[in-house]
């Protein structure tokens, strides 16, 4: 793009509003965080209200089948509003562009929309904009190629918590999975990047940094000696950050290393969110995970030795290909044995182009919803449970904001990352960091009172 096209294609959208809509993961957040940052270096302003936008973005998510048919069902309200507006400009981007069969679907059926891209290709949205401009169809950015773009502009959604992507892409190729068919091959940004972006997010007053990758382990595999375990100590020296969290840490790679670096404590939160997705070996071998449940529980223990309190938390996939009854309960005694703080729990959705999805033996639909409803049965157990700990204890929390329901109740995480919805009559604001008295205790929140604000790191 030239100056004069740059110029052109400002004073066009200057003053126009723009909606995006994320679906997801923490990394499409991130990315649609980069896509506002660029529609405002443009002079546009965010809205969210869709029917007052110039501009409609839906950043995609492929990671299961029902994410694609909200989608699929949310664009056609934006045909209504094409319908009643045409000059509306209709974004698609992030996963989902990045499957042919999606895009074949978008040219055939939703043909209003203006612009497609992948997850890799955010930087050229100025100028995919200025050829929409220009020309009428469908705008296509989709590239091969996988780069690691720096200095795009980024506007933080949140005020307290900034995230960060350290390393992009997979190269797991675990069985059921899209990600490294969508989001290509690992890249690690280089350390003096990162780490002068997290300098630069202290300063800017961001309490908590959260550093992103589909699997932060794996980053600096691509340099000589720099690991994630070193990134890491790096960032935990940057005293303007108060509250260090990352995710998501693949247990084939989670070492001794790291978590001896968690146990140095400081401004690294105690929490590990650490995928197990089964507990039987022979699941675990068809899925590619490339550890044993054994291995994993060494982990967890490992864990649990140097950071007594730590919570770790978990994702777990029912109704694999060939998942068998005792396979299923192997999976239910190792999480009674583990008590995990947390789970995310899905059912196992077949993605084309990924190994299990032509694998034999596909677990019926009642089979998997009846071993979830045990699953999520177990697990809310133990997340009450876990939850219960913090009951009449005083916890230090960063503040997130009003909670939902009350102009007098706030929401924050305590550095375990729980959910405390509390009382408090003084003013405080989003990125404050205070200590909450926890008064009662739900499954998936827990109940406190103000006491006063904290001149600590927060941890
Ligand atoms: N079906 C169900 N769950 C999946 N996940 C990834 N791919 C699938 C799939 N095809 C889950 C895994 C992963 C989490 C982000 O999503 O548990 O850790
Ligand atoms: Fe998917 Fe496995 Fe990569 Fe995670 S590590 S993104 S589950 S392939």
Redesign the pocket.
């Known amino acids: 793009m030239t100056n004069n096209n740059l110029v052109e294609l400002r004073s066009f959208f200057a003053g126009k509003k723009y909606y995006v809509r994320t679906y997801g ?1 923490q990394l499409n957040e991130n990315d649609s965080e980069k896509i506002s940052g660029i529609l405002d270096e443009q002079g546009m302003t965010n809205t969210d209200n869709i029917n007052a936008a110039s501009v409609i973005v839906f950043n995609t998510c492929t ?2 089948e029902n994410a694609n048919d909200k989608i699929f069902g949310n664009l056609g309200i934006v045909k209504g509003i094409k319908r009643k507006s045409p000059d509306v400009i209709v974004i698609l981007c992030g996963c989902m562009m990045k499957e042919e069969h999606n895009v074949t679907k978008v040219k055939s059926k939703y043909k209003f929309v203006d612009l497609i891209f992948g997850p890799s290709d955010i930087y050229k949205l100025p100028a995919l904009l200025f050829n929409r401009m220009n020309e009428g169809g469908l705008i296509c950015g989709i590239g091969d190629e996988d780069l690691i773009i720096e200095d795009l502009p980024v506007t933080h959604k949140k005020k307290f918590r900034a995230l960060s992507t350290i390393i992009y892409g997979c190269n797991n190729f ?1 069985s ?4 490294p068919y969508v989001r290509g091959r690992e890249r690690s940004r280089a350390p003096e990047d990162v780490l002068k972006e997290l300098k630069m997010l202290g300063d800017q007053g961001f309490k908590e940094v959260m550093l992103l990758g589909q699997n932060v382990n794996s980053y600096g595999k691509d340099f000589d000696s720099y690991d994630f375990a070193d990134l890491l100590s790096d960032a935990s020296k940057i005293d303007a950050i108060s509250r260090i969290r990352f995710m ?1 840490s693949h247990p084939k790679d989670t070492d001794r290393k790291l978590l001896d670096v968690m146990a140095n404590g400081g401004n690294i939160m105690p929490h590990l969110h650490l ?1 197990m ?1 089964s507990g039987s070996d022979r699941v675990l071998a068809l899925m590619n995970r490339k550890y044993s449940a054994g291995q994993y529980l060494d982990i967890v223990e490992y864990a649990r030795k140097v950071i007594p309190d730590i919570s770790i938390t978990t ?3 029912v109704g694999f290909p060939g998942e068998k009854e005792e396979d299923f309960s192997e999976t239910l005694s190792l999480m009674e044995r583990i008590r995990f703080d947390n789970a ?1 729990t ?6 084309k182009g ?1 190994p ?1 999805a032509d694998m034999d033996d596909q677990i019926p639909d009642d089979v998997m919803r009846e071993r979830f409803s045990r699953l999520v049965k177990l697990q809310n157990k133990c997340t009450l449970e876990s939850g219960m700990k913090t009951l009449n204890t005083v916890q230090t929390v960063l503040v997130e904001g009003l909670s939902q329901n009350s102009d007098k109740v706030y929401a924050g995480r305590t550095p375990h990352n729980r959910l405390v919805n509390f009382t408090c009559d003084k003013a405080i604001e989003e990125g404050d960091i205070v200590d909450v008295d926890i008064t009662s205790v739900k499954t998936f929140s827990l109940n406190g009172r103000f006491l006063s604000f904290n001149s600590g790191n927060g941890g």
Do not use: E, K
């Open positions: 993961c990671i299961r675990c059921y999975c899209i990600v998501t995928p997705q994702d777990i996939i995310f899905f059912m196992f959705s077949p993605r990924t299990a």
